[in-house]
């Protein structure tokens, strides 16, 4: 417990030196920040959460196992994102042709925000599924979780301005499929 | 980019200068563009609303994740020593081991 809380605080920069050099609570402390935006990705490329959970887990093993060649030149989280967004894309791409389940909404504790947040996003996710995989994933990592073009691009090893041209193209694909 | 896939940009204010004015200019002539240019817009307020679910790692992940990781740990440090005491033929031997 000394371990971690002399972790607690130091930005992930830090945490990776320290993982880097052998400490597995410093990778754990990694592990803690990053596992929902992971998980979310892993989520929303696969549309299943069994499938989401395989990935994201795979993710993180990678990310320890390539620890060595992050040298900080994104943020650890987009590094992450991309990592993440490759496993699912792989996943998705070797199981070509068969259909996501649908997806589930969370369990909403009550108020009717959540509620409406839900079903929104089981639409969302829906239409997501019946665009192509790199139109799906810029507009994840855009429309849903806020990141920047430059943020996307390096997410997805694609420059800035091809991140735009899939955002675009699968927003338009994107609205075709919530209209039928 | 077309006027076409231009307009998403343009409901989520994303757009500046030439491609703003093309745009604007383009929605003016078309009514049909204009009522592409809503559908986007109740696309966006969905999208705004899907991104608020809340969509969290499942309980036990972390734990699930560190077994991993630990073993990881530990074949690499069991492939380390083979290696130190018996070289490439020790690595052989983890290698059909962690077959089996």
Known sequence: ?180 | MSVEELLAAYATGELEGEERERVESALEESPRLRSELEQYEAMFVLLAAAAEEEVKAPKGFRGRVERRVAIVAYLGAATNALDDLAGAYGRAILYYLRLV
């Open chain 1, 1 to 180: 417990m000394l371990e971690l809380s002399k972790t607690m605080k130091l930005d992930d920069g830090a945490l990776v030196e320290r993982a880097k050099s052998g400490d597995r609570t410093a990778f754990s402390q990694l592990v803690a920040r990053h596992e929902d935006v992971v998980y979310r990705v892993c989520f929303r490329v696969l549309g299943s959460r069994e499938d989401a959970e395989d990935a994201a887990q795979e993710a993180f093993v990678r990310a320890y196992k390539k620890l060595d060649g992050f040298e900080g030149r994104s943020s650890f989280k987009t590094w992450m994102v991309r990592l993440s967004m490759n496993v699912s894309l792989n996943e998705r791409s070797k199981r070509k042709g068969t259909l996501p389940e649908a997806p589930m909404p969370a369990p909403a504790p009550d108020p009717e925000r959540e509620l409406l947040a839900s079903e929104a996003a089981a639409r969302v996710h829906g239409a997501l599924q019946e665009i192509q995989p790199n139109h799906r994933a810029a507009i994840s990592l855009r429309d849903l979780e806020g990141l920047s073009y430059k943020e996307v691009g390096e997410s997805l090893d694609i420059a800035e301005g091809t991140a735009r041209v899939w955002a675009h193209r699968g927003r338009a694909k994107l609205r075709e499929a919530l209209s039928e």
